[in-house]
């Protein structure tokens, strides 16, 4: 009695488990007659393989459970690494911004003071070459005293001119560096998403197997076969055994990212 209880609740709690999910296709739901049909099996079975099969149909939503729980557990670190990409990518855009800002409107505000002063002194020298042409000796003296009274206000304008060209070329270098720096750490997650989507493959692998297993499992339960209904869960609990330790390793790969994130962060 005890053990045909055991056995109902167990049921009761592989029809809330088993449910589609990214490791077990469609085909790996259990119905309430499915379920049925197994106790049906297994009560019909010698008590050896009986305890085997309801052992390992224990084992199997175990192991559902834990994989669904690391599941979880990657998505939402991997929700933290996507949300800590999209903040980094912000404050790459942040780095030396006011500065290079500040700057550039200097240099901007700096040539329009300074461009009557270059326009009269290239107009100056344009007249003096007018002059030359014409050989007046006498406006090319007038206009060569004007234009050497200007030169020295020239080279001191584009003299402030190119400072402030330098300061700015200065901090963009500078920027350029850093964005450098820090792309290079991220770069380092690169090889490690290559790993999950490899990883990820594997389970993909995985589920395309365990979709005639379930197949071949509904199918023993239905026609009373023991012996097959046990190998088949065998088989499944084997599978997602190696889908648990794929979502850990998914899990872990999505910590190192973090670490990754962490480490690039810290260059702001």
Known sequence: MNRLIKTVILCAVMLAFVIPHSVMA????????????????????????????????????????????????????????????????????????????????????????????????????????????????????????????????????????RSKEAALRAVKAAKAAKVKKIRGILGETETIQVQIKETKNSISMLNKQASPIWSNFKLAVRQNNARSTSDSLSALVSIIRRTVNYTKDIHALEQKISGILVKAKEQF
């Not at 939503?61 to 929700?79: G, M, S, T």
């Open 26 to 161: 469609a085909s790996g739901q259990l119905t309430a007659t499915d379920l049925s049909a197994f106790e049906k099996t297994a009560s019909a079975a010698e008590k050896p393989i009986s305890d085997k099969m309801r052992a390992l149909l224990h084992d199997l939503v175990l192991l559902q459970e834990e994989e669904r729980d690391w599941e979880a557990k990657f998505k939402a670190v991997r929700y933290r690494n996507e949300e800590s990409f999209i903040e980094i990518r912000k404050l790459i855009k942040l780095i030396e911004a006011e500065k290079l800002n500040k700057l550039e409107n200097q240099v901007k505000q700096t040539r329009e003071r300074y461009q009557p002063l270059f326009q009269a002194y290239s107009t100056l020298n344009q007249q003096i070459s007018a002059a030359r042409r014409l050989k007046n000796k006498e406006l090319i003296l007038v206009l060569r005293s004007q234009a050497d009274v200007m030169k020295a206000a020239v080279q001191l304008a584009r003299q402030d001119v």
